[in-house]
């Protein structure tokens, strides 16, 4: 591993063509986020989404929001 010199950094940075909230998700946002699950995880969960008719991704915010709750409430 090379270690990180500190003449590496210059001793100003100019911020001045920033843009403040460049990267900021608004609340309610859809937000694409690939995650790796395991395939019984995705079989079921596939399932249940093709039974009630809507897309996995909402069956599994569902199912996210669902166990927020309880973990807030057993708080």
Do not use: C
């Not at 001045?16 to 986020?33: D, E, F, N, S, Y």
């Not at 995650?35 to 569902?62: D, H």
């Amino acid at each position: 591993m090379n270690s990180v010199d500190s003449n590496d950094m210059p001793a100003e940075i100019d911020f001045r063509k920033g843009v403040r909230g460049l990267h900021h998700i608004p609340r309610g946002a859809k937000v694409l986020m690939p995650v790796s699950i395991e395939r019984g995880v995705w079989e079921y969960l596939s399932g249940k989404a093709e039974q009630r008719g809507i897309e996995l991704s909402e069956l599994v915010t569902e199912v996210l929001k669902r166990d927020i709750e309880i973990n807030e409430a057993l708080k």
